[in-house]
């Protein structure tokens, strides 16, 4: 990016130019978003918030957008924009969705503050709920499952990355009608760092990260309530922290009531996925990379899923992986937008990924 770069679209872009704020830009998914919105045709940055690094330049914080014309602001005085991203922690945006929406038309929140349905949920899962009138008005931000209900959405609630990748692997079986809701699902996911935020604390410090396969959710992660609201079904679930930066890679086994032939499991993942611009199919073809693996997909908002079938347990195996910050954030956060607002639903998404690339 060269000195001097605006954080938006150029004179030269065509389309309409649509006015945002990102408020707690300094984290790994505030960059993330910011990078995007960077590259997005349509999106003009005109604020971006940070309490611990008001007046700094943001490229100082994030190193991609070097040269970026815009600094970071204390979030006291917001400006009017068309759309305000949350990149908070959780509890900050049900505190301020109010005043969110006295200067924005449209909220996109990336934290977990409006993805469940009702105030009981969050007494269950999390803390309770200081604005729980505004449940009912959120959207989930995952367009594979919600597209319809995104269009013209006013509040859009960013999914969790662990429940996203599962979500993204498990829906097509019911979908299809292979799951009724009533079958064993054990689902274990593996993480990386960034997950735990750029204040991930002790247990994310590289001495401590590096080399390790710690279970750090046996039971009774909060995702779970994500996963069993959408695809209304109880999950045993997993989560272990991994030696990577970026990436949830989410394995599924799945003990289905009847018999299930790979024909069945290629008819429900096509009828749901064909046509979705940003889910690769990987279920057991030729090459390295014969099933979805967040290396492939590290830096893009794409996700990939597949299976196979284990005949002599009646056991689906389904994998799925994504970038946590990309399509189980900022990337999943940008692409709900396109669809409230009626933008191309890919703009400022098209990366498709680095092959060969390192570590993610």
């Known amino acids: 990016m060269a000195a001097g770069t605006e954080i ?17 830009g300094s984290g790994f998914t505030g960059g993330e978003l910011l990078r995007l919105l960077a590259g997005h045709p349509n999106f003009d940055v005109a604020e971006v918030t940070s309490r611990s690094k008001a007046g700094k330049s943001v490229g100082s914080v994030h190193p991609p957008l070097r040269g970026a014309d815009l600094r970071f602001t204390e979030p ?20 301020q969705v109010d005043e969110f929406f006295e200067v924005a038309d449209t909220v996109v929140d990336l ?12 007494d269950e899962w999390y803390d309770g709920h200081d604005a729980p009138e505004y449940l009912e008005k959120a959207e989930y931000a995952l367009p594979e499952i919600n597209r319809e209900n995104l269009e013209g959405a006013e509040l859009i609630a960013g999914g969790g990355c662990n429940a996203t990748a599962t979500i ?28 735990g935020g750029a204040g991930g604390g002790e247990a994310s410090s590289h001495p401590e990260r590096s080399g390790v396969v710690r279970p750090y959710a046996p039971t009774g992660h909060r995702h779970e309530a994500e996963i069993e609201g959408f695809l ?20 599924s086994h799945v003990f289905p009531d009847e018999p299930v032939s790979k024909g069945d499991l290629w008819s429900a993942y096509r009828g749901c996925y064909e046509d979705e611009p940003f889910v690769r199919m990987a279920a057991g073809g030729s090459g390295v990379y014969r099933y ?4 492939a997909v590290a830096g893009t908002n794409y996700a990939e899923v597949g299976f196979e079938l284990d005949p002599s347990n009646e056991r689906i195996v389904v994998f799925s992986a994504i970038d946590n910050m990309m399509k189980g954030s900022a990337g999943q956060a940008v692409h709900a937008a396109n669809v409230a607002l009626g933008l191309e639903e890919t703009a400022g998404l098209e990366f498709t990924g680095l092959h060969p690339v390192g570590a993610p």
């Open 292 to 295: 979805p693996e967040p290396k």
């Open 232 to 251: 209304g079904t109880s999950v045993a679930f997993t989560c272990h922290a991994v030696d990577m930066v970026r990436g949830a890679s989410a394995t």
């Open 168 to 195: 993204l692997g498990l829906y097509p079986l019911f979908e299809g009608g292979i799951l009724e809701g009533g079958e064993q699902i054990v689902v274990d996911v593996k993480v990386g760092s960034s997950e």
């Open 8 to 24: 938006g679209p150029s004179a030269d872009d065509a389309g309409e130019t649509v006015t945002a704020t990102v408020v707690g």
């Open 111 to 122: 934290s977990a503050d409006f993805r469940l349905e009702s105030e009981a949920q969050y």
């Open 76 to 95: 006291d005085d917001l400006e009017s924009v068309d759309v305000l991203f949350a990149a908070t922690p959780h509890g900050v945006s049900m505190g």
